[in-house]
């Protein structure tokens, strides 16, 4: 397949997934039985990100310009390790080793095992080629080059395991936000989805506050209020129920409008239903450091990434900062 080949085929996704039909459907109701994060909701965000931010063809076509793409590029096979926290969360490393020309072998988490698979499947039988350059593997083994994502736990064993090979090695990371005190109810509104999309289980959720002095929290937990009805949800119920019970037991001061739990701790990273904050003194001070920070793959705010864009990255958003792009032409 030439370039102009698998621009095309993934048009014919990009098509398949915007109507939506009901094998689509069962598919994404599948993918929610097997995991109760992945709602149908969060999974069709995932989807309309995906198909807005990835698959429109002249976006292709830009990224593809960017990195000199030709019809001569490609040849080896890359060994993928997917996460599972959100839905759909390693499409882009698929999208990226798909469009290059190189061949994939891919080793999918039990936690997001359906919807990527069924893709495939589909792009396989518009166009049978597809089948010789995407395969799936529970053990991956004699590729040329690898990238895994993990935890820091499991990256420590995918160094080991990858040494020898060229890799992408991602760790765990989060997201932060600065508010100034300024921000406009609309600004919060969509502050609140940087923090409650996808339950806040992404690396580019915010989990973490950084406000000025005498900050005014009401505003920001009434804001909260459009994602209460996460308190009918099972799993984060329990997560929520137990969190409290660690901060009463305790005797942590929190503030919560009923499904999300707000606690001053300096830690980046925070527990499914609970938002960190701290205060700060020198926005400018606070800045430099933060982005030194190799933790964080976010930095939201009125210096920052725009509020409600944290979980809509573009093409040329890699994660943990690593040009994946670039990294699979230097092979």
């Known amino acids: 397949m030439n370039l102009q080949k698998r621009i ?57 310009e960017h990195y000199h793409l030709d019809d001569n ?4 096979n890359i060994g993928i390790v997917m996460a599972g926290n ?9 999208l990226s080793v798909f469009i290059s020309g190189h061949k994939q072998t891919i080793k999918l988490s039990s936690k997001d095992d359906v919807l990527l698979k069924h893709m495939v499947k589909k792009m396989t039988g518009w166009e049978p080629a597809v089948g010789d350059y995407v395969c799936f593997a529970e053990m991956l083994k004699g590729s040329d080059a690898y990238i895994a994502t993990g935890s820091n736990n499991s990256a420590r064993y995918f160094e080991q395991y990858f040494s020898k090979y060229p890799h992408i090695i991602r760790r765990n990371r989060s997201s932060v936000a600065i508010l100034d005190g300024s921000e406009t109810p609309e600004e919060l509104g969509a502050l609140a989805d940087d923090v409650n999309i996808y339950f806040g289980l992404g690396c580019r959720n915010v989990t ?69 904050y701290s205060f700060y003194q020198d926005e400018k001070k606070l800045i430099a450091e933060l982005s030194c920070n190799e933790d964080i793959q976010c930095i939201c705010g009125h210096a920052g990434i725009t509020f409600g864009q944290a979980q809509r990255p573009s093409l040329m958003d890699y994660a943990d900062g690593a040009d994946t792009m670039q990294f699979l032409l230097s092979l």
């Open 8 to 64: 095309e085929i993934l048009q014919a996704l990009q098509q398949y997934l915007l109507n939506n039909d009901e094998e689509w459907q069962q598919v994404r109701l599948k993918s929610f039985s097997k995991n109760g994060w992945f709602t149908d909701e969060f999974t069709g965000l995932a989807v309309q990100n995906i198909c807005n931010g990835f698959l429109q063809k002249e976006k292709l076509q830009q990224w593809a």
């Open 73 to 76: 590029v490609g040849g080896k």
């Open 86 to 94: 959100i839905p759909l969360v390693g499409f882009h490393d698929f």
């Open 208 to 276: 973490k506050l950084f406000v000025p002095a005498a900050y005014d929290f009401v505003p920001l937990l009434k804001t909260f209020d459009k994602y209460k009805y996460f308190a009918d949800h099972h799993k984060y119920k329990n997560n929520y129920d137990y969190q409290l019970s660690i901060a009463l037991l305790n005797n942590i001061f929190y503030m919560t409008n009923g499904s999300v739990l707000m606690i001053e701790n300096d830690a980046i990273f925070s527990a499914i239903s609970q938002l960190n």
